[in-house]
């Protein structure tokens, strides 16, 4: 079962906070597959669920809106 982020309001599991930091430093779904040793699709699966939570349809939106609420700092990093 999956970990949720403590102290997050949009509820993140632990593996999409890793993906949404990995997006929100410049990787690829292909780069982020390969850092986290998971497939090309779970990678995408994970984007899908993330944009459904924080209620946005882009990458790019995603991790301003993750910015916005504090789940990552200025540069793309884990608020923790």
């Given amino acids: 079962p999956s970990r949720l982020v403590h ?3 949009s509820h993140l ?3 999409e906070h890793d993906v949404l930091h990995q997006i929100a430093t410049g990787c690829t779904v292909a780069e982020v597959a390969r ?3 998971v497939s090309d699709n779970t990678v995408k699966t994970h984007l899908k669920s993330i944009y459904v939570k924080l209620g946005v349809r882009t990458r790019v939106r995603a991790v301003n809106v993750a910015r916005d609420r504090g789940l990552l700092d200025d540069r793309g990093a ?3």
């Fill in 13 to 15: 599991t632990q593996r």
């Fill in 35 to 37: 850092l986290l040793d």
């Fill in 78 to 80: 884990s608020a923790s």
């Fill in 7 to 9: 102290g997050s309001s």
